[in-house]
């Protein structure tokens, strides 16, 4: 147990925050070099091709602290439970491969105006279900909804539409959306501080500033990488909110301003499986 938790905290680090096991460290690896992968930081009895080289050097960064036996073993794993499949340079991506890749990363698109609405989903999925109510809640989650309390989460944006798909690939539970409108409140909160409260803005926003503040100290490009990931860790928490509900100091505008332009180029070919 101690030596998984050293792992996954060595992951952490190497990836900031954005995986703790080694199948999606192995999986983001993939990704850096465009969906394939070396067997082994070496490379030295592959061929030179401009395609090797390229993965050499972007995974290079990432497990150039790693050991190398331990990668080799994640890889094996990874290949074992279908997220990656041997190819003639090493090892590719696969569908299953992308679909995990794809939840690790974030949703990277603009925010919508707000149409001054807020949105209540309430459920109640039977205790003996309990995987599909916590698989329910993960969805929740990834669309952007926060918990307020137990079976009870908050949304900015109207989510009917992906609660009707999400219901469609699960059994069904008694679940309830509800229009909250924009004088509206709960206990003795307004809108604002409710929002403020439940999406952890005060959180989010110090931690975006504390991250610019580590970009103004960044001297190496694999210190460049780990804020690259340190910062799809913050924009995956980030329910990318319209400027008129965010704090008037809000960094996170800036963030992934100096990430397009500072940060995303040294990210190899992961860019291209960010969802635009």
């Known amino acids: 147990m101690a030596r998984s938790r050293t792992t996954s905290k060595l992951i952490s680090r190497l990836t900031g925050e954005l995986a703790v096991t080694t199948l999606d460290f192995v999986v983001l690896s993939a990704a850096l070099a465009g969906g394939m ?36 073993r994640a890889v094996g794993r990874a290949a074992g439970e279908g997220l990656v499949k041997r190819i003639t340079d090493g090892f590719k991506l696969t569908g299953s491969g992308k679909k995990r890749l794809k939840e690790l990363l974030p949703s990277y698109k603009q925010p919508k105006p707000w149409d001054e609405k807020l949105w209540l989903v309430t459920y109640d999925i039977p205790e003996d279900k309990r995987y599909i109510r916590d698989r329910f809640r993960n969805w929740l989650f990834e669309i952007g ?36 409108g924009k004088d509206g409140s709960i206990g003795n909160e307004n809108l604002n501080e409710l929002i403020y409260r439940v999406f952890e803005l005060k959180r989010l926003n110090k931690a975006y500033k504390s991250w610019l503040q580590a970009v103004n100290q960044q001297s190496s490009k694999s210190t460049v990488l780990s804020l690259g990931f340190r910062f799809l860790s913050l924009l995956r928490q980030d329910p990318m909110f319209p400027k008129d509900l965010l704090p008037q100091d809000w960094a996170g505008n800036k963030a992934r301003r100096i990430f397009e332009t500072e940060i995303e180029s040294e990210m190899g070919a992961i860019k291209i499986y960010l969802q635009k």
């Open 37 to 72: 992968i070396l067997y082994g930081p070496s490379g030295k009895d592959l061929y030179a091709s401009q395609k090797t080289q390229r993965a050499l050097k972007m995974t290079g960064l990432m497990y150039k602290k790693w050991d190398e036996s331990a990668f080799r």
């Open 145 to 180: 909804c926060r918990m307020i309390q137990e079976s009870v989460w908050l949304s900015v944006k109207d989510p009917k539409p992906w609660i009707k798909d999400s219901i469609a690939s699960m059994e069904k539970g008694n679940i309830i959306v509800s229009c909250l």
